[in-house]
């Protein structure tokens, strides 16, 4: 295995620990980290003495806020993207091997858990969240979307609110993500220390039987009248519209927030998500974003949505083009196209969801 400190591992009796190890970056994954983690994912599935295996972030703020996407800005304007191909490539794969990892993966989903850190949690099988859990897909705020398997979740939330997430970008706490299935228990985060020893000595289901909780209530229970209305339909605009004449004050913040998003990736990402709605497994719907995120590399918005958020933070995003009228259904339609031989493949092939990387 690689020397590099970005992951740390250890076993300690009956569990193997996965700890991300870049807590100034929030954790933000890099490439080197998603080989280490399919390294020890390799090496402890074939080891009769761990059981479980459990991931979790160092520092107090969060398990992950996503890829490293500054890497990805710089690779486009230097390279064209192919690095960032690559690393794509090998962090689907590994989304698709923790959804069917043979043995317990447990994520500790504690406090910020964006993008490529859903996609490291929220496909295990034993998901944690605390009060200080903040899970989101924002990518339509970079001009991207959805990647790593998440327009498959959120295409399987309750009524329309996968949609609303998607778009929007917007954030659930402990209680939300449990209703939208991004999650299965809730732990005070005070008690995160206690719960990982126990894991070490004592099955995934004893230990989650003693320290589990019921979880405090979301905010989104309560917004679905508006949230499955304005949200039932394939039209962006139509969208906007409804949630503008909605009456309803969140609805019309959630307005203003699309107006503010890449138009782009919301037409492309509502295309997605209602298009993963009729795939039948994760791996297709991988494959799927796949396309979708290559296409992107190709596309203005992703480095102008990057630049505004992270290189100069001016917020200040300079989309095109820069109105929902003026993205045609062509240029969502390309970015569905297949990629030839350099498609993803996962769908199918009979290494699906294990191929190493």
Known sequence: MSDDDSVLLHTEG???????NRPRALNALHHTMVR???????????DPAVATVVIRGAGERGLCAGGDIRSIHDDVRSGGGA???????????LNARIARYPKPYVALMDGIIMGGGVGVSAHGSVRIVTERSRVAMPETGIGFVPDVGGTYLLARTPGELGTHLALTGGEMDAGDALLCGLADHFLPAERLPEFTAALAGTDVAEALRQHTEVAPGGELAGHRTWIDSCYATDSV????DRLERSGEQAAKQAAQTLL??????????LAALRRARALDSLEQVLDQEFRVSCTALTAPDLVEGVRAQIVDKDRAPRWSPSRLSEVTSAQVERHFRSLGDEELGLAGGPDAGTEPV
């Not at 280490?36 to 074939?46: G, Y």
């Not at 503010?260 to 990402?269: C, E, F, G, Y």
């Open 36 to 46: 280490r983690i399919d390294e020890a994912l390799s090496a402890w599935e074939r």
């Open 83 to 93: 690095a960032s191909k690559t690393f794509w490539r090998d962090e689907y794969h």
């Open 14 to 20: 009956r569990a193997g620990y996965l700890t991300l």
């Open 260 to 269: 503010s998003r890449s138009p782009t990736a919301l037409k492309v990402t």
């Open 237 to 240: 605009e139509e969208i906007v």
